[in-house]
């Protein structure tokens, strides 16, 4: 047996990653407009039919309003999905609901680029626009 295998209690990365959740503060140019590039290369998850994990790298372009979302925040949430069932499509419009719902940004795209798996390349694009 491993050590791992004789301390089965949760890592402090684990830990941090269960309790993580979008944090943001306040937007320090409120009223310029001015765009936010996020480039999440490490996203993991696990086809929900499968089982086998899917790997892909999520890209967040979004115009904030009042509330900028915290980096160290989103890393540990997109980390979060790690083990998570879920799809290529849902996964995309998982992630930019919370977002959306977390800062309340004027514009916002997420782009899911997945790894091919099987001879398929999976791009998923979804917006948001602030009413």
């Known amino acids: 047996m491993t050590?791992?295998?004789d301390h089965p209690e949760v890592k402090y990365g684990e830990r941090l990653i269960?309790?993580?959740s979008l944090i943001t503060f306040p937007n320090p140019r409120p009223?310029?407009?001015y765009t936010?590039?996020?480039?999440l290369p490490e996203f993991t998850c696990k086809c929900p039919f499968s089982g086998y994990p899917d790997f892909a790298t999520i890209y967040v372009s979004y115009v904030p309003d009042q509330r900028v979302v915290e980096l160290k925040a989103i890393k540990l949430y997109i980390n979060s999905?790690?083990?998570r069932y879920i799809s290529h499509e849902e996964a995309a419009n998982q992630i930019l609901?919370?977002?959306v719902a977390a800062c309340d940004p004027l514009e916002i795209s997420i782009k899911a680029d997945y790894t091919p798996r099987g001879n398929v390349?999976?791009?998923v694009e979804?917006?948001?626009t602030k009413v």
């Open 3 to 5: 050590q791992a295998q």
């Open 18 to 20: 269960e309790e993580g």
């Open 31 to 33: 009223g310029r407009r």
């Open 36 to 39: 936010i590039n996020i480039t």
């Open 81 to 83: 999905y790690r083990d």
């Open 97 to 99: 609901d919370d977002i």
């Open 121 to 123: 390349h999976t791009v």
């Open 126 to 128: 979804v917006t948001h």
